[in-house]
């Protein structure tokens, strides 16, 4: 397996949690970089699903979980999954192994119901921790892994976690630099505007 794959999946964490504080964090960018990004996001997905099979059963899991747990409520995240799906359609599904998506899918299914109830205040101590940061499809991977010989599928969580992660702690710093560029594309338009007329 080509370890090469786990660049595009890290970049896709980065996307991914940039779209959530689109979403949930009010970080105010254009609509049309938001959509873009949501864009981006879903192409790349698409594309580890379409060319990675040992990838393509954690990968779809995962949108599963977030799909049927009603996770995907806002524009950003449904035009990143509607992009994956479209993009799929185009490059075509790879073989997957129905055991292996079912596993990631109840463990993912858990951890999205257990991260709920972290939200609500209903879990205290060491299980608060483990459903805060979704261990149980970590750990799933790890076991899986370790099982199969197939240390990409792991790797490939680990990669997409830490973009994520990365993204999640440097929230303020995107904020600041998508408002800045923002700006300077808001003050080219109206020079190009006043130029024009």
Not at 16 to 44: P, Q, W
Not at 45 to 57: D, E, F, K, R
């Amino acid at each position: 397996m080509d370890f090469i794959i786990l660049i595009p999946v890290f970049v896709t964490g980065v996307l991914t949690k940039l779209a959530d504080l689109i979403a949930d964090d009010n970080l105010e960018i254009r609509k049309a970089f938001s959509y873009l990004i949501g864009i981006v996001y879903g192409v790349a997905i698409a594309y580890i699903i379409s060319t990675h099979p040992l990838l393509a059963p954690i990968g779809l899991a995962a949108v599963l979980a977030v799909l049927l747990t009603k996770k995907i409520d806002r524009k950003p995240h449904n035009i990143g999954i509607a992009s994956m799906f479209l993009f799929l359609g185009i490059w075509g599904f790879p073989k997957i192994d129905i055991v292996m998506i079912s596993i990631f899918l109840a463990s993912g299914l858990i951890d999205e119901i257990g991260n709920d109830r972290v939200d609500e205040g209903r879990m205290r101590g060491i299980p608060r921790r483990i459903f805060e940061y979704r261990l149980v499809f970590e750990i799933t991977a790890f076991l899986v892994s370790l099982l199969t010989g197939e240390w990409v599928i792991f790797l490939g969580m680990l990669s997409f976690d830490a973009g994520y992660l990365l993204t999640k702690r440097t929230g303020q710093r995107f904020a600041d630099a998508f408002g800045k560029f923002d700006s300077v594309i808001g003050r080219i338009g109206r020079a190009a505007a006043s130029f024009i007329y």
